[in-house]
């Protein structure tokens, strides 16, 4: 996966998040995956995920959510 330009992208919160709430991260869909950061340092490291791999993530979460 090729680097990715934060200015670029079109970030995300969760709609779980607050207005005001700095604890998130954000999503960004990017090619080939999604790319994600944390709110608070928008400027900082971004983590990638290919699709496959983040809807791993996401059922798993599901998963535990559900008990």
Do not use: I, Y
Not at 62 to 67: A, F, M, T, V, Y
């Amino acid at each position: 996966m090729t680097a990715v330009d934060p200015a670029q992208v079109c970030w995300r919160k969760s709609s779980r998040s607050g207005a005001n709430d700095s604890n998130c991260v954000e999503v960004a869909e990017v090619s080939g995956g999604l790319a994600v950061r944390d709110s608070k340092d928008q400027g900082g490291p971004v983590l990638h995920f290919g699709r496959d791999a983040w809807s791993s993530f996401l059922g798993g979460l599901r998963h535990r959510l559900r008990g």
